[in-house]
């Protein structure tokens, strides 16, 4: 079973910027769509980005233009590159594994999460 490790949460100011990273514990990871969703009290958990083994990706429309998911095959990572953030990124990240087809990701492994905290 692939397990999913994130880290690079933490505590940043309004405009500012963070990078999540997500380890997957074993080569299946090249097969995988991977996706990071998160989720804000009181919230649900919503995707915001994912991309497939080929590198194709997507994004929902509150993140677009300063969020950028990308992935290293050959090191089994994913990251989650998060620019200009605002209070109401602040929410609980999570690292998926799944498959992507047309306008669905169905996740089957998750990560621990990571938590990101946006100040004003």
């Known amino acids: 079973q692939v397990q999913l490790v994130e880290s690079g949460g933490g505590l940043v100011q309004a405009g500012g910027s963070l990078r999540l990273s997500c380890a997957a514990s074993?080569?299946?990871?090249?097969?995988?769509?991977m996706g990071w969703y998160r989720q804000a009290p009181g919230k649900q958990r919503e995707l915001v980005a994912s991309?497939?083994?080929?590198?194709?990706?997507n994004y929902a429309d509150s993140v677009k233009g300063r969020l950028t998911i990308s992935r290293d095959n050959a090191k089994n990572m994913v990251y989650l590159q998060m620019n200009s953030l605002k209070p109401e990124d602040t929410a609980v990240y999570y690292c998926?594994?799944?498959?992507?087809?047309?306008?669905?990701?169905?996740?089957?492994?998750w990560g621990q999460g990571t938590q990101v905290t946006v100040s004003s």
């Open positions: 991309i497939t083994n080929g590198g194709s990706t």
């Open positions: 074993r080569s299946i990871f090249s097969d995988r769509a």
């Open positions: 998926a594994a799944g498959v992507r087809g047309l306008g669905f990701f169905h996740p089957s492994t």
